[in-house]
């Protein structure tokens, strides 16, 4: 909960072992090659005070 506003609830989704490769193409004849390893977090506030949890998602 958040101490300046406690209907807030806030959640928290951790990705571990992220290992992702990815080739783009935006002109023929040019590549650019990504390569992204490591953790991801997502950060979410839910607002309690709104029953539709698809709505409650403060942005």
Do not use: C
Request: no cysteine.
């Amino acid at each position: 909960m958040d101490d300046a506003k406690p209907y807030l609830e806030h959640r928290y989704v951790i990705i571990n072992n992220v290992d992702y490769y990815f080739n783009y193409i935006p002109v023929e004849g040019t590549i650019i090659r990504y390569h992204v390893k490591g953790t991801l977090t997502l950060s979410r506030d839910i607002n309690t005070q709104i029953p539709d949890e698809d709505q409650a998602i403060e942005w």
